[in-house]
C-alpha cells in the first residue's frame, strides 16, 4: 500500500442482506418473552425474544448524574458495530436502539461464548484470523480499556466478540488495557493482510456516513481520529 | 456491632439467570483486608486476584488490588458492567455481635 492511497479505489459498500441484517430486525421488532432486570449497578436487563434468543438491554438514563455517560454508553456501543459493519468484521454483537418497558435503551444480541477472563490463556483458544481483526478494530477506536472482562471467546471456532465500547473505553480512558492489540504484536501478527486492507478501505470510503448519525461533539471527534487512524494503518500497512 | 461493606459480582447463565460467583467483603475495621467469598479456583477470581483492575474512579495510573480496600471495592461495578459480568455498587450489611 503507497502512502496517500486514494480512498476512491475502493467501491463503497453496498446495503447487503446480510444474517446480521435479519438479527437486527429481529432485535428491533421481534415479541418479547420475557424481561428480567440483573443485579448490578448499571442498569441491565436480560431478554427473552419469542422464539429469537436472548439479548441483553442496557438502559439510557437521562435523570441521573451520569446521565451523559450513560448516553454516550449506549450512542457508542452503536457507533462501534456501524465501524464494525462497515469493515465488514463482524466482531461487535448486532445492537439496535429499543425502548423497553418505557425505558430507552440499547438491545444487543447475547452471544452464547465465554467471557475472556473465564478463560486461562485465552490467546491459545483464539484463531489468529480473528485476533488480527480484533486488534485492528481496537486499533481503530483506540480502544483503552480491553481487558479480558469486555470480550468473548467462542472455544469450538476460535471466534471473538468485542463488547462494552463506552465512554470508559473509548472517551475519558479506562483501565488502559489494550490486551488483544498485544496479544496480536506478541504473536508478531502484526502484517496486514490484502482482505484486511480491502476492509479499511471499505470503512474509509464510507466513514463520514457516522458523523450523519450524532450531532456530539465528542463522538464527532471520535470518529475523526477513527477516519485518521484507518488511514493510518492503510498507508504503514502494518500494527507494529 | 460490626460493619461490612460488599459488593457481589454475577455472571449470566444460559438461561438468562444471574448466577453469583463472589462476594468482596471488607469490614470497617480492617479496610486494607477484603475477602472473597466464592469459588477460589474461578478464572475470573484468579485473574482479578493476579492481574487487578483499574482505578477508573479516580483515573488514576496503577492497578488496584483486593488489598487496596475500599477503593478496590468502589472500582468493581466499572470493571464488570457487560451484562455477561456485572458487579453491584457496594452495600453495607451491618452484623449484631
Known amino acids: 500500500m503507497t502512502e496517500g492511497r486514494n480512498i476512491e479505489q475502493f467501491r463503497a459498500p453496498t446495503v447487503e442482506t446480510t444474517p446480521e441484517t435479519s438479527i437486527e430486525s429481529v432485535l428491533e421488532r421481534g ?33 441521573s448524574e451520569q446521565s451523559k455517560h450513560r448516553f454516550l ?31 430507552i435503551g440499547i438491545l444487543q444480541e447475547r452471544i452464547f461464548a465465554k467471557v475472556a477472563s473465564e478463560i486461562t490463556n485465552w490467546e ?47 472517551i475519558v480512558g479506562g483501565s488502559e488495557k489494550t490486551e488483544i ?39 464527532l471527534h471520535f470518529i475523526e481520529k477513527v477516519k485518521t487512524r484507518t488511514q493510518e494503518l492503510l498507508n504503514t500497512g502494518t500494527l507494529a | 456491632m460490626t460493619l461490612f461493606y460488599f459488593v457481589d459480582l454475577y455472571e449470566l447463565d444460559k438461561d438468562a439467570k444471574q448466577k453469583k460467583i463472589a462476594t468482596f467483603r471488607m469490614q470497617k475495621d480492617e479496610p486494607g483486608k477484603v475477602e472473597i467469598d466464592g469459588d477460589q479456583n474461578h478464572p475470573v477470581l484468579e485473574n482479578i486476584r493476579g492481574e487487578g483492575i ?25 470493571y464488570f458492567r457487560s451484562g455477561y459480568l456485572l458487579a453491584t455498587d457496594v452495600q453495607k450489611h451491618v ?3
Not at chain 1, 33 to 53: N, S
Not at chain 2, 54 to 64: E, I, M, T, V
Open chain 1, 31 to 63: 415479541e418479547i418473552e420475557r424481561v428480567e432486570q440483573l443485579e448490578g449497578y448499571f442498569p441491565t436487563k436480560a431478554v427473552k425474544l419469542k422464539d429469537d434468543g436472548q439479548a441483553i438491554f442496557r438502559e439510557t438514563s437521562y435523570d
Open chain 1, 73 to 103: 454508553r449506549s450512542k457508542l456501543e452503536l457507533l462501534a458495530a456501524g465501524i464494525d459493519k462497515r469493515l465488514r468484521f463482524g466482531l461487535v454483537p448486532p445492537v439496535v436502539a429499543r425502548t423497553i418497558e418505557g425505558n
Open chain 2, 95 to 97: 452484623v449484631d455481635n
Open chain 1, 124 to 170: 491459545y483458544s483464539v484463531d489468529s484470523s480473528w485476533l488480527v481483526k480484533a486488534a485492528v478494530f481496537d486499533y481503530l477506536i483506540g480502544n483503552r480499556d480491553r481487558h479480558s472482562g469486555n470480550f468473548l471467546i467462542d472455544s469450538g471456532t476460535g471466534r471473538i466478540w468485542l463488547i462494552d465500547h463506552d465512554y470508559l473505553s473509548l
Open chain 1, 181 to 219: 492489540l498485544d496479544k496480536a504484536r506478541d504473536k508478531n501478527l502484526t502484517q496486514l493482510s490484502k482482505d484486511i486492507k480491502e476492509s479499511l478501505g471499505f470503512l474509509l470510503a464510507d466513514i463520514d456516513s457516522l458523523k450523519q448519525e450524532t450531532d456530539d461533539i465528542e463522538i
Open chain 2, 54 to 78: 483499574f482505578d477508573y474512579k479516580n483515573s488514576r495510573p496503577g492497578k488496584l488490588y483486593p488489598y487496596d480496600g475500599m477503593s478496590f471495592l468502589e472500582n468493581l461495578k466499572y
